[in-house]
């Protein structure tokens, strides 16, 4: 897990937590160890909450905007989450590999695009084909 940012106009990850994962298989076969601790079998899902619910408590005015891949991104990690934090986690996926995350939240955490006076809000962009 990171923090998406952008530095001198290039994006950026900042890691921020991780987990291991071991198949149940593997932990069945052998007794799993980091230092003292023996490794219990969490599915991915229980761990990605697990991290996403340590950041929330840190950042407790703030929405969260999860950004992940499209194996994380439905309901196995939405409700838990939904379910240990609220309503101010969302969840973004299914990105194109060439997607750019620019745009900013407002205050009250949405994400809008917005324009000067009188301006009209860009058109989708018609397909070429």
Known sequence: MGLLNSIRGRGCCLPLAFRFYFLKKTLAQA??????EE???????????????????????????IVT???????GLLKPLRAAIG????LLWRLRGN?????????QGANRYRHGAGEKRASRPESAG
């Open 39 to 65: 490794i219990a079998f969490r599915t991915k899902f229980e761990q990605a909450v697990e991290m996403f619910v340590e950041l929330a408590q840190a950042f407790t005015q703030h929405p969260l905007v």
């Open 69 to 75: 891949g499209s194996w994380f991104g439905n309901n």
């Open 87 to 90: 309503d101010r986690v969302h």
């Open 99 to 107: 997607a750019v995350l620019s745009a900013q939240l407002d205050a």
């Open 31 to 36: 007794t799993v160890r980091m230092g003292a």
